[in-house]
């Protein structure tokens, strides 16, 4: 600025400087919730920098991250971690804290608040369908009786033409194996319902498959097996 005093004032200008303190640093908080078994890889990063994370851990898994500069872009996220197929599992993320509000699956972002402690939780539920394992006859009048298995176990003894096994409740991605006692009196066939491809390795009295998430009925057909009398004279 400029002046020019009409008397002789004598004029003094003081300039004064303070440091501006940079806004207080939040901290967050990652954590894992399982419903069911398996191991997760959870991750916060910034700008490509890995700012903390935890390997294969299951239910209960944390890890904090002490100071974050307020601004700072911050993404969460999950991946499966040895032998876990993420695929298997319904994923939920929430995140809270400081006026964060983010909903998600198995990332998010969100942007650090000022002195705020932000929560950020991963909720994994292994996902289930079912199994039914059916019996055909041919014919239909045939009296013939097989029990359908199911990983070994009976679901369904005696069964006849009609028959069928109750609904069992299988994790999605397990392996599974359907099966009934051979009987050398019928042929016998084998199939599933459900997923393409299902089942593998069927030989007709046994089949396996990996559970997909969809409901799967499987039928075991036999089919009496007949020949021809010739009476001489």
Avoid: W
Wanted: aromatic share 6%.
């Amino acid at each position: 600025f400029s002046m020019s005093p009409q008397n002789a004032y004598d004029v003094r200008c003081t300039f004064v400087n303070q440091d501006t303190a940079p806004p207080p640093a939040g901290s967050l908080t990652v954590t894992k919730t399982l419903n069911g078994a398996g191991q997760f890889n959870l991750t916060a990063t910034a700008g490509g920098t890995t700012l903390g994370s935890a390997s294969n851990v299951g239910n209960g898994g944390t890890f904090t991250v002490a100071s974050i500069t307020a601004g700072t872009s911050v993404t969460v996220a999950e991946t499966a971690g040895t032998g876990t197929n993420l695929a298997n599992y319904s994923s939920v993320l929430t995140c809270s804290g400081g006026g964060v509000s983010v909903q998600g699956t198995t990332s998010g972002t969100f942007t650090m608040p000022t002195g705020a402690a932000v929560t950020c939780g991963f909720t994994n539920t292994r996902l289930t369908n079912t199994v039914v394992v059916k019996k055909a006859l041919s014919p239909t009048t045939d009296g013939g009786h097989f029990d359908l298995l199911l990983n070994g176990a009976v679901v369904k003894a005696a069964a006849g033409h009609g028959d069928a096994s109750s609904a069992v409740t299988v994790a999605v991605g397990d392996s599974i194996t359907v099966s009934e006692n051979p009987n050398a009196d019928y042929t016998s066939s084998l199939t599933c319902t459900g997923a393409a491809g299902l089942p593998t390795n069927a030989t007709g009295t046994t089949g396996n498959f990996t559970m997909p998430n969809a409901p799967v009925e499987c039928t075991f057909t036999n089919t009496r097996k007949t020949n021809t009398l010739t009476v001489n004279k």
